[in-house]
Structures are given as C-alpha cells and as structure tokens.
Nanobody, 116 residues
C-alpha cells in the first residue's frame, strides 16, 4: 500500500503564493509519476502538474509559468509552488502517485481558496 499525505493548503489572496507538500510512504515502486490534481465544486478532477521519477514535468496550460512542481526521490516528497494565484485556482488539491503498474494512489486532499 502507498500512503500520500498532503499539507500546505489554505487561504490566500489573488496574486499571492502557496506551497503544497506531499509525503509518500509505504510500498513505493519505481519508476513512478507523481502529480497534483484539483477539483473545484461542480467540476471534474483535472491534472495540474506531474513529474516523473527522472524529473520530466508536465503542466496544465492554465498553470504554466505560475506553478512549479519538484520532487525529492530520496525522501519520497513532492512539492507544488503556486505563484500569481487566481480565484479560479480555488479547489481541493490532491496528491497522486501512479505506480509502475499504472495504478493510481491518492491523498486525502487539501483545500486551496483564493480570494479576489
């Protein structure tokens, strides 16, 4: 089993910054892809950013240039630095790990609320 624990969500003003953290533990296979997804009320869950074990990244167009994803493989941690935040970034953010078999593991989610 893989356990993912997010932290760092909260309330920020438009134009501000927040940093999300995800700590993974358990039976973690490599290679894998870790990522952040978000789900706003009434909307489907969407990919925000992802990073492979080798460091290759992928960003949603809506966050390109504002959000930055990094991971530290030795500590099994991942971070999302979110800058120039907008009200439309408001959502529950979920940490995800897709293992070598393609199975998705999810964290419990952390609320991010951006006020205008």
């Amino acid at each position: 089993q893989v356990q993912l624990v997010e932290s760092g969500g909260g309330l920020a003003q438009a134009g501000g910054s927040l940093r999300l953290s995800c700590a993974a533990s358990g039976s973690i296979s490599v290679p894998n892809v870790m990522g952040w997804y978000r789900q706003a009320p009434g909307k489907q869950r969407e990919l925000v950013a992802a990073i492979g074990s080798g460091g290759v990244t992928n960003y949603a167009e809506s966050v390109e240039g504002r959000f930055f994803i990094v991971r530290h493989n030795a500590e099994n941690t991942m971070f999302l630095q979110m800058n120039s935040l907008k009200p439309e970034d408001t959502a529950v953010y979920y940490c995800n790990l897709k293992d070598v078999r393609g199975i998705d593991h999810w964290g419990q989610g952390t609320q991010v609320t951006i006020s205008s």
